[in-house]
């Protein structure tokens, strides 16, 4: 019975992230189309997108087996963390995963974006793969120290353990500042203006992506957009769930307001900056760091 | 019968080295090896037999030098301390004389020797071996005396050997030193005869003690100018003059080590050495360790470099036995043990030094550069000695010097810490030093000195894996023979 | 047979191997497969004494040799942490025997015969020393094996740099030993024997009555052993020392010599050491050293740009990573014992796969080097195509030394930063450790990545014809990258052996495996009825292949045709070398944010004063003076020697006049 309760939400966990993750994609074009003063593409465009991409030809400058299985990969290793992510409940494969594995799960596309980026031996695909790669040394730690900041004070490394926590205490100053922390880290993990400097269009034409085409772009998108918005959901369920009714349909509603609410912030935050440079951005998520260490000094002293 | 192979062990030498000095050519050398591998055996079987215990006998009598302890004049005595030295003597004298065989001729680029010369060389070598034999089998100070000069005599002649004048001033100046250092050794000699009548070694727990304090300090002296220590310790760089084999017997394995022999027989006799005079002998022999080690850095020349290593090492034999005369009997077998050891280790150095010499015709450290690849027994050979007189384990000075070391510990309070440190600190400098210069040798570039040669001849390189083998198990040897000396 | 016997029979065969590959050296292949026949023959009965010590056969101490007059005895007894680094020391030199065989020819104008016998040698001196239980002996063992690896890395004698590298490391590690030495010695006084256990009592009493010593033998057993184990900052000569030796042996060297130290370590502070307030303080020390060894270790490492260079860093980074959890173990023996046979566990089973991926890594750069002749990434690039079995394994090991899961070296990181996190609930510090320890594990992906990018991946070089490695320098690599997946897959076999080996190094009660360890298909962590840690390595992978499954499905919808196309380099066609973004240019902004942590000293030939050493010359100024004085004298006295009759007359009559006249002068 437990099994099936396990693999059921699993299962839920993953198919919000493979099939709502492009329509909250489309939402935040909207979005931004709007305020650019622009009609913008429709709701469902990236849909689209997928579905053209999956049909055209699969042009591949590299060779061997982990560049072949790459996107699949890395699609999977997000459906993964989905799993290990509550999304309304507790996340079903908690038993498998304590906040630790989530942190390295989470990196795992990332791992498997920048070895397709040099493996593709483009010079444009590799500047994006060290940049993307410099970019997750400067956001990672900043979610680590949230997300530790969330076990110190519930005293266990199990994130059911720590949503549980979180939902009988209530808010507290270090789980605020940990939330905002991981809230500024989202945008760099979303690949968002001011942070898109792997990708860098104009100056690296997409960077490790480059080379990409037709169903591999697909899968590779399609990971981008469900990793954001897992990172969401994990945003939402740690640092904010209240209220919690305990009743998994209400409950998944009003998380996916709070995420839709997160990505909003995110797309604002995109389209009124500037890219930055990728020193600019480390000296950035360093200062984040630091002060978030300040959530840490909180937590150990109980507040 | 005991008696007889001890007295053999000087007769048998002498006699070998007259005959050498009588014969020419090979029946010469023939003679030479003969006299030594018969020592050699006699030692080996002598050891052997007291294993475990001591053994004395008189063999004759001069009644009127005869005192109140009425014990004879003339005799031969072997405990453990002086098997030790016999063997040290003994093994490496049949080594030095074995390798000499073929180190002095035409074919050494170093110094040419001819043949006409050979036997004097082998006459003063086998009389010098029975006179070391002399000092570890004597069995009072009268007659380790006469055996303690006559290694003086052959040491000046043997340093002295090329009769140019650098070694003849360099032998001039090692005799006077030694000399003088005799001359001390008379005096102590004389104030213990004519106060207890007695030439016995533990007539010296005899003597009052202001007159103990002023012997003992007198056979210090005596031993500090015989093994190179501080402040008489010239004389010894310079004796590198002589022939390599000859620095490799007397001035690193044998007869320095009367010095420190004389010195641990007088300690280890009754135990009497006041507590002062043992003070000063530690710390004298800290202050040579640290001495010698500041020449290491500026010499040039492998075989003086050596010698100061030998001032250090002497340094460290002294260190243990003041160590034993502080209380420390672990330590008084530390130092006991160096002799072995270290001569082992030694004397490897030397002669892969007369190796490199006498293929190269060099022995300058900046000169010479990548000879392993041309003499890989030599350098193997070279850096056993290095790792074996550095004290790294399982070679032997590991061994004794861990002794002497836990022998400062347990002296216990603020001896023990202070000792640790200095040695450690000392052992850790020479050993880079050691390895530094052994590489620069060896290792890199070949230079141009070192481009056209091979390995010596075999009788030069079978001495040299036979001194490796030493180097490895004389503390198998020397560790169950020190274990009986004690109170 | 007994363990002795055993392992007497063990290091017989590698002492005897020593001297048969010595006989044969003049045939190169000869003597490299009888070194590999020896060892494969010495690893039968060590596997033996391993699997007898698991099996729970108990056997008591063997004295195989007494020297009473120290009095020390060579005492061999097998517990299950010495059984732990057998099996390391094993498997590694069985593996890079091997994997030396064929590599060896790339040194044509160097004989064998400095190669595989030392080799032997130090294979056997790890074993002596892993079952020793007297101190003595132990460091008689130590040290050998620190002369023969000496000579391992100075096998290219005539390069500058491995002579420089070689000195560096011996008389770093010398010097370590020495310190060893003084400590011993001082527990020695103490206790009259140095045989573990009575210097284990010892260090009781001397903590007990005089503090300040017994911490000062625990800190120069410290520096001993962390110094060989690579901790910084005495473990500076391993950057230089392991990329110089071949690479066989550089894995021989990271894979277990360091890890030796790693065992002093844990012997001195888990079973010397009583559980008291000492322990934790040395806790603490220990964590920090391990972080700032693998902070600064890894962030170096991430410049480097020479193959070995980059991975000799990354030991000393893995070490830190031991270090830590060792550190957070000891400190927490006594609040939380769960927490700290954690820590430990993961110290020990961080050590058990760096030994594999490191390996790994040190024979897939020396695959590369065989047939490139090139450690240098700048200009290496797209080796995949030609050397796929090489590229295949150190990828794996890559990811497993970067903690990517569910490879091995990310379940024994999460056990680390697991005990530092909940260590961290009593300790705040171990938090910000376990932090630096996550961020550091990134830092290494990144180098692990610009390792793949460089080497492996990126822009071939088709003018240059690379050739896979041969079967016996490919095995080695492909079994220990298995090893890497099935120890990161599978982690709760070699986690309950290591169980075993903690409750033997640590002097409380260790909780049992699956109080440890959980009952599930992973590994979970409950204490109190509160589930604190879990990972599933299992249940993830499945969840993987599942969704990637999935993910492939909807790759191939649409059926999509495959082409390979050259890349697009703007319309320009340039040669590969040019498009090819070097190793060098990887994460610049990063490296230079870092450029200063890693500072090189550089130590002169000590200048001794000159007037000191004029002080010292007693000939100059005290014998020759004296010298000159007497002969003045004599001279002066001859000098009224004239040789003329009527002088000396005049002589004799002055003097009976002065005699007269003194003579009259005293009468009076």
């Known amino acids: 019975m437990r099994t099936i309760v396990v693999v059921g939400l699993a ?21 931004k189309a709007t305020i650019h003063s622009r009609i913008g593409p429709p709701v469902t465009q990236p849909y689209l997108d997928l579905l053209k991409l999956l049909g055209k030809e699969d042009l591949r400058t590299g060779r061997g087996f982990l560049y072949a299985a790459a996107p699949a990969l890395t699609l999977g290793s997000v459906l993964v963390l989905a799993t290990l992510v509550p999304m309304g409940a507790a996340p079903p494969l908690s038993f498998a995963g304590d906040i630790i594995v989530v942190l390295y799960v989470a ?48 005293g266990t490394l199990s994130t059911a353990g720590i949503l549980a926590w979180q939902v009988e205490h209530g808010p507290s100053i270090s789980m605020v500042i940990a939330g905002v922390a991981f809230l500024l880290a989202l945008q760099a993990q979303a690949g968002k203006l001011p942070f898109d400097i792997p990708e860098a269009d104009q100056e690296i034409m997409g960077g490790s992506l480059i080379e990409q085409s037709g169903p591999r772009l697909a899968l590779f998108r399609w990971a981008m957009w469900a990793k954001q918005l897992v990172l969401a959901f994990l945003l939402v369920e740690l640092f904010v769930p209240w209220p919690r009714v305990g009743i998994l349909p209400f409950d998944l509603m009003l998380a996916l307001v709070k995420v839709s609410l997160v990505l909003v912030v995110v797309a604002l935050v995109d389209v009124v900056n500037p890219r930055l440079r990728i020193d600019q951005a480390m000296g950035y998520y360093l200062r984040v760091a630091f002060s978030s260490l300040a959530a840490l000094a909180f937590a150990v002293i109980g507040m | 019968m005991l008696t007889l192979a001890l007295v053999l062990m000087v007769v048998i030498p002498a006699v070998g080295g007259v005959l050498a000095g009588a014969f020419k050519g090979a029946s010469s050398r023939g003679a030479a090896v003969t006299a030594a591998a018969a020592t050699a055996a006699l030692a080996a079987w002598a050891t052997a037999t007291v294993y475990g215990g001591a053994h004395a006998a008189a063999v004759g009598d001069m009644p009127w030098l005869g005192g109140p302890a009425a014990t004879p004049v003339v005799g031969v005595l072997l405990d453990p301390l002086g098997s030790i030295l016999l063997l040290v003597v003994t093994v490496i004298g049949l080594l030095t004389v074995v390798y000499s065989t073929r180190y002095l001729g035409m074919d050494n680029r170093d110094h040419r020797v001819p043949p006409t010369e050979h036997p004097r060389y082998y006459f003063w070598l086998l009389l010098f071996l029975a006179s070391m034999v002399g000092v570890a089998i004597s069995p009072n100070f009268l007659q380790l005396f006469f055996f303690w000069e006559l290694t003086t005599v052959c040491s000046w002649a043997l340093i002295s050997y090329y009769r140019n004048e650098k070694s003849l001033a360099a032998g001039f100046k ?46 210090l002296l005596a031993a500090w100018a015989k093994a190179a220590q501080v402040p008489f310790h010239t004389w010894l760089p310079e004796a590198m003059e002589a022939p390599t084999p000859i620095s490799a017997y007397l001035h690193a394995a044998a007869m320095v080590k009367a010095g420190v022999f004389l010195m641990a027989r007088s300690v280890s006799s009754g135990w009497a050495m006041p507590v002062e005079v043992g003070m000063v002998m530690g710390a004298m022999a800290v202050l040579t360790l640290f001495i010698a080690l500041t020449y290491y850095f500026v010499q040039d020349d492998l075989k003086r470099l050596l010698a100061y290593s030998t001032i250090a090492h002497l340094g460290y034999v002294l260190l243990g036995i003041s160590l034993g005369a502080l209380g420390s009997t672990v330590g008084f077998r530390g130092g006991v043990l160096h002799i072995i050891c270290h001569g082992f280790a030694k004397a490897t150095l030397f002669l892969c030094v007369g190796a490199i010499a006498y293929v190269t015709g060099s022995r300058s450290i900046s000169a010479l550069g990548g000879l392993a690849k041309t003499m890989p027994l030599t350098a193997a050979a070279f850096f056993v000695g290095v790792l074996a007189a550095t004290g790294v384990p399982p070679f032997s000075c590991f061994w004794s010097k861990f002794m002497i070391l ?17 040695v450690l600190l000392e052992s850790l400098i020479a050993f880079s030093w050691m390895v530094y210069v052994g590489q620069k040798v060896f ?40 274990q009986w000396i004690g109170r | 047979m007994t363990s ?68 020390a005895r060579l005492t061999v007894h097998v517990d299950a942490l010495s059984a732990f680094f057998l099996v390391l020391t094993g498997v590694i030199a069985l593996l890079s025997t091997l994997f030396s065989v064929r590599y060896m020819e790339h040194f044509e104008k160097d004989t064998v015969a400095k190669f595989y016998p030392v080799l032997l040698v130090f294979f056997a001196s790890m074993v002596a020393l892993l079952v020793v239980t007297d101190m003595l002996f132990f460091l008689v063992f130590w040290e050998l094996m620190t002369l023969s690896s000496f000579f391992l890395v100075i096998f290219e004698r005539e390069r500058k740099d491995s002579q420089r590298a070689g000195l560096k490391y011996f008389v770093i590690t010398h010097a370590a030993t020495l310190c060893m030495i003084a400590g011993t010695l001082v527990l020695w006084r103490q206790a009259g024997s140095f045989s573990f256990a009575a210097l284990q009592d010892s260090l009781g009493v001397l903590l007990a009555e005089r503090a300040v010593v017994a911490h000062l033998v625990l800190f120069l057993f410290f520096v001993g052993f962390a110094t060989k184990a690579g901790v910084l900052p005495m473990g500076d000569w391993l950057p230089d020392a392991h990329p110089a030796a071949p690479s066989g042996v550089s894995a021989a060297l990271s894979g277990v010599l360091v890890k030796l130290g790693i065992y002093g370590l844990i012997r001195v502070f888990c079973s010397f050491l009583p559980v008291s307030a000492a322990s934790d303080t040395w806790g603490v020390v220990l964590a920090l050293a391990g972080t700032v060894s693998l902070f600064v270790g890894t962030l170096t490492a991430l410049r480097q740009t020479d193959s070995k260079r980059l991975m000799a860093f990354h030991t000393i980074g893995q070490i830190g990573y031991i270090c830590l959890g060792l550190g957070v173990g000891v400190a927490c023996l006594r609040t939380s014992p769960t927490i700290a046979a954690l820590a430990l566990l993961g110290a020990l089973f961080h050590a058990a796969n760096h030994a594999c991926f490191k390996a790994c890594l040190f024979l897939g750069a020396g695959a590369v080097l065989h047939r490139t002749g090139e ?11 030609s050397m796929p079995v090489t590229a295949s394994s150190t990828t794996v090991a890559a990811l497993s030394i970067s903690g990517v899961p569910p490879f091995n070296g990310f379940t024994s990181k999460w056990l680390i930063v697991a005990a530092c996190i909940l260590g961290g609930l009593q300790h705040p510090l171990f938090l910000v450790l376990g932090l630096v320890g996550m961020f550091i594990s990134l830092v290494t992906l990144a180098s692990f990545l610009k390792v793949l990018g460089a080497v492996f991946m990126g822009a071939r070089d088709e003018s240059r014809s690379v050739k896979e490695v041969p079967l016996s320098m490919a095995l080695p690599q492909v079994v220990l990258a298995a090893l890497c997946v099935l120890l990161g897959v599978f982690p709760r076999l070699p986690l309950g052996v290591l169980r075993d080996a903690v409750a033997s190094a640590v002097r409380i009660e260790v909780p049992g495996a699956d109080a440890l360890l959980g009952t599930g298909f992973g590994l979970g962590l409950t204490a109190g009825g509160l589930a604190l840690a879990f990972w599933a390595p299992l249940v993830v992978v499945l969840a993987l292949a599942l969704g990637g499954a999935l993910a492939y499905a909807i790759q191939r919808a649409g059926a999509a045709k495959v082409r390979e196309v050259p890349v697009w380099t703007c319309g320009e066609l340039d040669s590969a070398a040019a498009v090819r973004y070097p190793a060098s240019s990887f994460y610049l902004p990063f490296k230079h944010a870092f450029a200063g942590i890693y500072p090189a000293l550089h130590a002169r030939v000590p200048q001794f004063p000159a007037a000191l050493r004029r002080a010292f010359n007693v000939d100059t100024w005290l014998y020759r003076p004296v010298v000159r004085a007497v002969d003045g004298l004599a001279r002066g006295v001859s000098r009224s020697h004239v040789g003329v009759p009527q002088v000396y007359l005049l002589w004799i009559a002055v003097g009976a006049v002065v005699v007269v006249a003194v003579m009259l002068a005293l009468t009076r």
């Open chain 2, 174 to 219: 090692a005799l006077v030193v030694t000399q003088v250092g005799g001359v001390f050794f008379l005096v102590a000699l004389l104030i213990l005869f004519a106060r207890t009548g007695s030439f016995e070694f533990g007539a010296l727990a005899l003597l009052p003690d202001r007159l103990r304090l002023v012997v003992f300090v007198l056979l």
């Open chain 1, 107 to 154: 990196a795992m596309s990332a791992v498997l974006v920048m070895l397709t980026g040099f493996g593709s031996a483009s010079p444009y695909a590799s500047v994006g793969s060290s940049r993307e790669m410099m970019t997750l040394l400067t956001v990672e730690p900043v979610m680590a120290v949230a997300l530790v900041v969330g076990a110190v004070k519930a």
């Open chain 2, 443 to 482: 290792f890199g570039e070949r230079t141009p000195v070192a481009c056209v040669n091979s390995d010596p001849p075999p009788a030069m390189s079978g001495v040299l894996v036979a001194l490796m083998i030493g180097c490895l198990l004389a503390p198998a040897v020397g560790i169950p023979l020190v």
């Open chain 3, 4 to 71: 002795a016997l055993l392992l007497q029979t063990c290091v017989l065969l590698l002492l005897g191997g020593a001297l048969v590959s010595l006989a044969c050296a003049r045939n190169r292949a000869l003597a490299g497969w009888v070194s590999v026949a020896f060892v494969a023959a010495a690893c039968v009965p060590l596997a033996r004494v391993v699997v007898n010590v698991f099996a729970g056969v108990a056997e008591g101490e063997t004295v195989l040799l007494a020297l009473p007059a120290l009095p």
């Open chain 1, 11 to 31: 299962v839920l966990n993953a198919a919000i992230a493979l099939l709502l993750s492009p329509l909250l994609e489309g939402l935040m074009r909207k979005l």
């Open chain 2, 406 to 422: 836990s022998g400062a510990v347990q002296l216990g309070g603020a001896i023990g810490p202070v000792l640790l440190v200095l």
């Open chain 3, 375 to 385: 450690r240098d990434m700048d200009r290496l690039g797209g080796l995949a195509a």
